[in-house]
């Protein structure tokens, strides 16, 4: 029973590396600095939030022909 889950568990680690392989396309130096990425999204792309897309705003009436393919209303 314990060889099989780390025969598993190795499987999916492997399959793991070789997607992330895949996604780099062999580049490992892409990866290089993601901690200051991460920080340079997060500064930049998610502080400070933009809660203007949660305000309320109107919409235009729906003309469909089958009034619950309205997405408001």
């Known amino acids: 029973m314990k060889l099989r889950l ?3 568990i190795g499987a999916l680690g492997l399959l793991a590396v070789v997607v992330l392989n895949d996604l780099a396309g062999g580049d490992w130096g892409r990866f290089g600095g993601g901690l200051g990425n991460f920080n340079v999204f997060f500064s930049e792309s998610l502080w400070p939030p933009d809660w203007s897309v ?3 705003r109107s919409y235009p009436p ?8 309205c ?3």
């Open 71 to 73: 997405s408001v209303g």
């Open 6 to 8: 780390f025969a598993v």
């Open 54 to 56: 949660l305000e309320a």
């Open 62 to 69: 729906c003309e469909a022909q089958l009034e619950f393919t």
